[in-house]
């Protein structure tokens, strides 16, 4: 028997590796029509080949969310090819070592605010129009502990990460209050933690990538009576923002 997810046709950005990667895979494996988002079409045709490998298939779109004329040619191909968005997870994001907050440079809140949230805002505000074709639309921005100020006050080993956690807050505002402004619509709008997750941008230190994208594919695959405008933790438990 066909599975209900035939049909449903998702996007991640950054999905070439990492945590994106291992979503893209583990959509693909539920049947799902998988975009696989890459900034570099090189790194983003190898990432598809893997998936070949394994007998998974999945479409390679070049978006690099620092630039808005890919992601305008991103919603063009789409909407040609398919036209609509089931699912859209906004995964593609960087950290850099970062010195203490009275030391962070503009530069580097700079550079975490453009990929980690204007990046984010400027996909999901140009796939809008597609999301709101689909029948059930699900918005996914991989988020992080380090956007919780209750993680930090909680946290005995807290660390100074000012530049990624505020861009990771600002994802988290932007999920809250488009959820608000969905909540009469079939999209729903919520944010995850990967947990530390082994990666290039961990230096591979954390729990599997398997693990790791648990929460990522709870909140893409949401049924219709499921939440939106939370924050899930990487066991797919709501935590606080
Ligand atoms: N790993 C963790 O412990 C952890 C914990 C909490 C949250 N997260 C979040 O999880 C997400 C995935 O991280 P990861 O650990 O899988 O890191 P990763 O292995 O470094 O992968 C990051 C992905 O984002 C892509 N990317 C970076 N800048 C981009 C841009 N301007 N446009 C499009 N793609 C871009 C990268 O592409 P290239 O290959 O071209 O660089 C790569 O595909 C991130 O949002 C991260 O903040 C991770």
């Given at each position: 028997m066909a599975s209900i997810n035939n049909d449903k046709i998702a996007l991640i950005t950054?999905?070439?590796?990492g945590v994106g990667f291992e979503v893209a895979r583990q959509l693909a494996q539920q049947g799902i029509q998988v975009l696989l988002g890459s900034r570099d079409e090189e790194r983003g045709r190898k990432a598809v080949e893997k998936l070949i490998s394994e007998n998974l298939f999945s479409s390679l779109i070049q978006i690099d969310v620092t630039n808005q004329s890919t992601i305008d040619a991103a919603v063009t191909e789409i909407t040609t090819k398919?036209?609509?968005?089931d699912i859209l997870i906004n995964n593609a994001g960087i950290y850099v070592k970062e010195p203490h907050p009275s030391e962070c440079t503009l530069d580097l809140m700079q550079d975490n605010m453009n990929v980690n949230f204007f990046g984010a805002f400027s996909v999901t505000k140009a796939f809008l129009p597609l999301l709101r074709k689909s029948s059930s639309g699900r918005i996914v921005n991989v988020s992080s502990a380090l956007s919780s100020i209750y993680f930090h006050q909680t946290?005995?080993?807290?660390?100074?990460h000012l530049a990624y956690s505020a861009s990771k807050a600002s994802l988290n505002m932007f999920t809250y209050q488009l959820a608000q402004e969905l909540k009469k619509t079939n999209i729903k709008v919520n944010a995850c933690t990967p947990g530390l997750t082994a990666t290039e941008l961990t230096n591979f230190h954390g729990h599997s990538v398997e693990i790791g994208a648990k929460s990522t594919v709870f909140l893409a695959t949401l049924p219709d009576d499921g939440p939106s405008g939370k924050f899930f933790n990487e066991n797919c438990e709501e935590d606080k923002w």
């Open positions: 950054g999905a070439n590796k398919y036209g609509r968005l946290c005995a080993n807290s660390y100074f």
